[in-house]
């Protein structure tokens, strides 16, 4: 029996359980997060590594992944000189896998024998969120950049592994300063909100729409493309009712890059973005913010809150959201007063693009519909990308835009300990790919761990049902949309640790808690000025 059994790669949240186990306390999370970065979860490395973690004599910290990755390519003798082996022996494969991912080809393995070869037979390529060829994960990755220096094993050579998850990012200084005068004004786009478990891609929603209208193969076509045609075989209401249903869903929470921007020193953001997520994380934050979708509201703008700009439109507010096509051609036509407003501030302050593919040609006619009237005024602007091309590069320096080659988390992660920012709060439960949070200080909101069966939700001091009563007490006369709020989510914690003392801890369980607990951190938060899990401790 001499065949491979592929294995799907593991979530962030499947990660951490495996983490759980190594008993790290706070730390468990952000560790989480780094080994997922590095491994990208696949089975093999994700366990290896937890192992030599394990083995560790000193305290386990974010940066201990590293050690264990450079232990894993000093003594690994099978799982990658399998897989380099494989690819030294067909030169052209190799070659093929560094520039289909390099170039983002698309992701056609059922149509491509070579990409059925990588990802199926090798399992070196993957499709990216947006249907694109990628090396699977980042050990992959460094793995082929140190195959033209093998040591004398034939194995990839540690001692030249490039140190780009732990040294410090170049942040340019002028844009530094402007930040901490308050004068950027961030522009962000969908790439902070998707996730794997979460917010789907432009290009996985116009995939479901097509599917969904029976449009046949859209092959390269856009979002607004794909939107525009369903419109016209299905109708507007039902392009809408689609688009708010995948969007506007309870289970999607703000993940780490939206608490990051609302602990920074950012009073100006510009999103194209529907969903909610930037908002629920200003909440959470405590931060005060006025929400402009609409020409109407441009006059209640307040110096003193958080100016957020929704320029196309709002999930809540179903007749504002831009998708379309014609959509896209209107949208300044359709805001007068708000596109003043943008204008302005691409005149007078600094701008940080954020999450933006900045090869697409929806970004592209936005960006230059808003500068074409500035001339010489136009001020020098910042890009934020992970691995842009030399052309890319080059195409946004002639329009005055710098272009800063990281992940969008990793740079707003920097942006604060850079800047000393107030510590976010990541969203417990949390899913999907996220970068190191090593360098960056973080207070995660702990979410109340899962005792064995039969045993009482009270650990100590801490007490699940004592922070029901202490919520339940202080939300006494506050408004009944709060209370049968709170209500619900009460009688589902409940029936959650009934299930816990009948049939045990299982993933189901912990899951759903987590949920419910960040549900109850956040009306904690808004009502009592502090957390659930702080009100469980008494």
């Known amino acids: 029996m001499d065949h491979r059994i592929p294995l799907d790669d593991f979530d962030l949240e499947r990660v951490g359980q495996l983490v759980r186990h190594l ?5 468990s999370f952000s560790v989480a997060e780094r080994l997922h970065y590095r491994a990208g979860g696949q089975p093999f490395i994700t366990q290896r590594l937890c192992r030599y973690l394990a083995e560790q004599d000193v305290p386990i910290v974010p940066e201990s992944v590293e050690a264990a990755v450079e232990r894993f390519f000093r003594e690994d003798t099978n799982h990658l000189s399998r897989i380099l082996g494989d690819l030294r022996a067909e030169p052209e494969l190799l070659d093929y896998a560094r520039s289909a991912a ?38 992959y990755e460094q793995a082929l950049q140190l195959d033209e220096h093998p040591d004398k094993d034939g194995r990839p050579n540690p001692s030249s592994a490039p140190k ?94 939206h608490h990051l921007i609302a602990a920074l020193l950012f009073k100006r953001i510009i999103t194209t973005n529907w969903d909610n997520l930037l908002e629920e994380a200003l909440r959470q934050a405590r931060k005060p913010f006025v929400k402009v979708v609409r020409d109407s509201e441009v006059p209640f703008t307040d110096d003193d809150k958080v100016l957020l700009i929704k320029l196309h439109g709002s999930i809540e507010q179903k007749d504002t959201i831009v998708i379309t096509g014609d959509d896209y051609y209107n949208v300044f036509a359709r805001l007068p007063q708000v596109a003043n407003l943008v204008q302005s501030f691409f005149a007078t302050k600094t701008l940080l693009f954020l999450g933006y593919g900045l090869a697409d040609e929806d970004f592209k006619r936005l960006y230059m519909e808003v500068v074409r009237h500035l001339g010489k005024h136009q001020r020098r602007a910042y890009a934020v990308q992970l691995d842009p091309t030399p052309l890319t590069v080059k195409y946004w320096e002639q329009e005055n835009v710098q272009v800063i080659a990281a992940d969008a988390t990793a740079f707003l992660a920097s942006l604060s300990a850079e800047l000393g920012a107030q510590n976010p709060a990541p969203a417990a439960g949390t899913t999907g790919q996220q970068p190191p949070t090593g360098a960056a200080p973080t207070t995660p909101m702990p979410t109340p761990a899962s005792t064995p069966r ?47 003392r009948l049939y045990g801890s299982t993933e189901t369980v912990r899951s759903e808690r987590a949920r419910i607990v960040q549900e109850l951190n956040r009306i904690a938060l808004e009502c009592l000025g502090r957390t659930f899990n702080e009100a469980c401790g008494g």
């Open 23 to 27: 008993e790290l306390g706070d730390a």
């Open 102 to 139: 390099a170039r983002q080809i698309k992701f056609s393995p059922s149509v491509n024998d070579w990409q059925f070869r990588l990802s199926h037979v090798i399992g070196v390529i993957a499709p990216d969120q947006d249907g694109r060829c990628r090396i699977r994960n980042r050990i």
């Open 164 to 257: 780009k998850e732990t040294a410090s990012m170049d942040i340019p200084q002028e844009l530094l300063e402007q930040l901490s005068k308050g004068n950027v004004v961030l522009f962000c786009g969908a790439g902070i909100s998707i996730s794997d478990d979460g917010i789907p891609s432009g290009s996985q929603l116009a995939r479901e729409l097509a599917q969904r209208a029976a449009l046949g193969d859209v092959g390269s076509m856009s979002l607004p493309e794909v939107a525009q045609a369903y419109e016209l075989e299905r109708g507007t209401q039902s392009l809408i009712a689609y688009v708010t249903e995948r969007v506007d869903d309870p289970r999607y929470t703000p993940l780490r890059a």
């Open 454 to 500: 039969g045993r009482s939700q009270s650990t100590g001091h801490f007490s699940l049902e004592r922070g029901l009563q202490v919520m339940k007490d202080a939300l006494r006369g506050s408004d009944a949309e709060i209370l049968l709020e709170f209500s619900t989510l009460e009688s589902r914690l409940l029936e959650n640790i009934r299930s816990e």
